[in-house]
């Protein structure tokens, strides 16, 4: 009887070989690998940029100002404008009234006075603007003339003339309505693109550990 422990030198149907993993399944993990690591260096890169937009849009919203600081009678640095905030428009908005040559003689109020337009800039001497408020003149004149001749004849000759002229003006200068300009606010808030960023990120983390896996 054969001895069953010796070994004949083939090989046990029970062996268990374990195939080693391919060079082409290895470079496939490398790929994909450089490529999540790609994707989630410029996912970081698109959220710095997208947060630091929106503070910059924060900015200039808060640098923005409304009534009643932007108030200004006139305003120092453009004489020809007054910024009345006394009441303020909708959205807390100024109105503006300009003076030009083609307004002199107008007269708006800002800030609770009333200014004068004297045809470049904003005063408070309101003589400039005596022509906007009505006046009226008159002015009569009569002459009379009489001449009496008399002749030999016995003729006599009467002339009298008599002239009286009134006249009456009454002139007023139109005031144009203020003109207003209203100040967008922009808005700010988180869009859609970081909503549709976070949640590719997200996706392609999951995946990356479940290829691992």
């Given at each position: 009887m054969p001895d069953q422990n010796k070994s004949n030198g083939e090989a046990s149907p029970f062996e268990i070989i374990t195939p080693g993993k391919s060079k082409k399944a290895t470079s496939r993990?490398?790929?994909i690998t450089l490529a999540v690591v790609l994707f989630l260096v410029l996912s970081i890169v698109a959220g710095v940029l997208l947060v630091r937009q929106q503070q910059d849009i924060r900015e200039k919203a808060a640098q923005i100002k409304?009534?009643?600081?932007?108030e200004a009678c006139p305003d120092p640095q453009d004489p020809k404008t007054l910024r009345n905030c006394t009441p303020p428009e909708i959205g807390n908005n100024p109105t503006d009234s300009l003076c030009t040559a083609s307004f002199k003689g107008r007269i708006e109020s800002c800030g609770g006075r009333q200014y004068c337009c004297q045809g470049q800039v904003?005063?408070?001497?309101m003589s400039a603007c005596a022509s906007?408020?009505?006046?009226?003149?008159?002015?009569?004149t009569a002459t009379g003339t009489a001449a009496a001749t008399s002749t030999a004849t016995g003729k006599a000759?009467?002339?009298?003339?008599?002239?009286?002229t009134a006249a009456s003006t009454k002139t007023s200068s139109?005031?144009?309505?203020?003109?207003t300009t209203a100040q967008?606010?922009?808005s700010t808030g988180t869009g859609w693109p970081t909503y549709a960023g976070i949640g590719i990120g997200v996706v392609v983390i999951i995946a990356s550990i479940l290829l691992a896996l």
């Open positions: 993990g490398l790929i409304t009534c009643p600081q932007i904003w005063v408070l001497d906007a408020t009505a006046t009226a003149t008159a002015a009569a000759t009467s002339t009298a003339k008599s002239t009286a139109p005031t144009a309505a203020p003109a967008p606010i922009p």
